[in-house]
Every structure is written in structure tokens, then in C-alpha cells.
């Protein structure tokens, strides 16, 4: 099984450049293939993406691994997370962070992704399904990485996500394809970094949440602070 838990790097440019020359090898590790196999995608009635911003799976994990298993729907809980997941917690629960201070708040309760991503990455070859990458949500029609710290992300019936920071890639993505972690990240012109891997909030209201569920997108009071890493 692979750790979510993120590797901390000295320099950005280092987790850029690792494996960046090796040749990839996309075939599915043996261990995911066979869970993705077992699960497949999550089956569900057609959902006109057409229209507004939804849901297109949600996941969890009870187990602190790299990917998350499909499930008909998930309870969001208040100032915690996800009920089940191994994330679910007022403070930390990455253990490299817990192992730093167990103290800290949990800025990282809920992982979202934008399905718009899996369409990247099959481009490129990597055959990625919903929860594999370790995100609670897979959103279609919103770009996530562009909205600022303090978005609110209204979903379903009642239940909202604040939007805290983004995710950083790391190595263990790789356990699931080798060359994924360098896919999920790229240099902007401006040499800054550019981190494609979802984006991380907190539970300000409870709410059971499902596929095909909307997305209401409610911004903070200018002046808008652009996401980082949490």
C-alpha cells in the first residue's frame, strides 16, 4: 500500500525534475490494477455536464493510502472532513505533519480534483480513474485551481467546503503510474510552479453529497489571494 502522506521538497525545481529523463513506464502498478479492476468506475446514471458545475464521484479511505475507494455518497461533518476517512479530523492527520506538530489544524479535510485533470493525463497515457489520486471529490466544470483562498464551494442540498490551499504532488503518485508526479506539475512562463493535483478545504457545513450533486462557487471579499500549497 502506498502512503498519501507528501514528500516536503528544499527546492520546487527538485520535485520537477525527478525522473523527468527516465523513460515512463504507464502500465497501472500491480497492486492498483488489480483494486481498480475490482471497483472499476464508479457506475452511475448519466449526468449532463453541460449545464452547471457537479459532482462526478466521490470517494474515501478509512486507510491512509494513496488512492480512495467510490461510494454512493459521502457525509461531509462540520470542522472535520469526511466521515470515515483517514483524513477526517480537527487536527492533522497526514502523518508526516503529525509528526511535526499534532497540534495544527487540519487545513486538508477534504481533496478535491477536477475530472478535467483525468482528461490531461489520458492524453498522456496515464489511464487515471476518480479516487485514484486520493481526492474525496471529482468535480467537472470548474476550474479549481483558480479560485482564491476562502471560496466556498456550496454542494448538494446543504453541505459547503472552504477552499484552504492546493495540494502538492508527490512521490507516491508515482506508485500508481511511474512519471505521474512530473505529469501533475508544470513551469509557467514566469518559472513559477504550477501545481495540477487538486485542491484541499474544510467542512463549514454538514451535508451527504453524491454524484451529479451541483456546485455553487460563492468568492471572499476582494482582494483575492491566490491558492498555495498546504
Do not use: W
Amino acid at each position: 500500500m502506498y502512503s498519501t502522506e507528501e514528500n516536503e521538497y528544499a527546492d520546487e525545481s527538485e520535485m520537477l525534475e525527478i525522473k523527468s529523463n527516465a523513460p515512463l513506464n504507464r502500465s497501472l502498478r500491480k497492486g492498483h490494477r488489480d483494486a481498480a479492476e475490482k471497483r472499476g468506475r464508479y457506475a452511475g446514471q448519466p449526468i449532463d455536464f453541460s449545464t452547471h458545475p457537479v459532482i462526478v464521484s466521490v470517494s474515501l479511505n478509512a486507510a491512509h493510502c494513496i488512492s480512495k475507494q467510490n461510494q454512493p455518497s459521502i457525509r461531509l461533518m462540520t470542522g472535520l472532513g469526511v466521515e470515515g476517512d483517514a483524513h477526517c479530523g480537527e487536527t492533522v492527520k497526514h502523518r508526516s505533519r503529525v509528526a511535526r506538530d499534532p497540534s495544527q489544524p487540519n487545513l486538508r479535510q477534504v481533496h478535491l480534483i477536477h475530472s478535467e485533470l483525468h482528461d490531461e493525463l489520458r492524453k498522456k497515457g496515464f489511464e487515471i480513474l476518480p479516487g485514484q489520486m486520493g481526492e474525496n471529490i471529482t468535480t467537472r466544470g470548474i476550474d479549481l485551481l483558480a479560485l482564491p483562498v476562502g471560496t466556498k464551494l456550496r454542494i448538494g442540498d446543504s453541505a459547503v467546503v472552504e477552499i484552504t490551499g492546493l495540494r502538492n504532488p508527490c512521490s507516491q503518485l508515482d506508485g500508481l503510474y511511474d512519471g505521474l508526479m512530473v505529469a501533475t506539475v508544470r513551469r509557467a512562463k514566469n518559472g513559477d510552479l504550477i501545481r495540477k493535483a487538486g485542491i484541499m478545504g474544510v467542512v463549514r457545513a454538514d451535508g451527504e453529497i453524491r454524484r451529479g450533486d451541483s456546485i455553487r462557487v460563492e468568492l471572499p471579499a476582494e482582494p483575492h489571494r491566490p491558492l498555495a500549497p498546504v
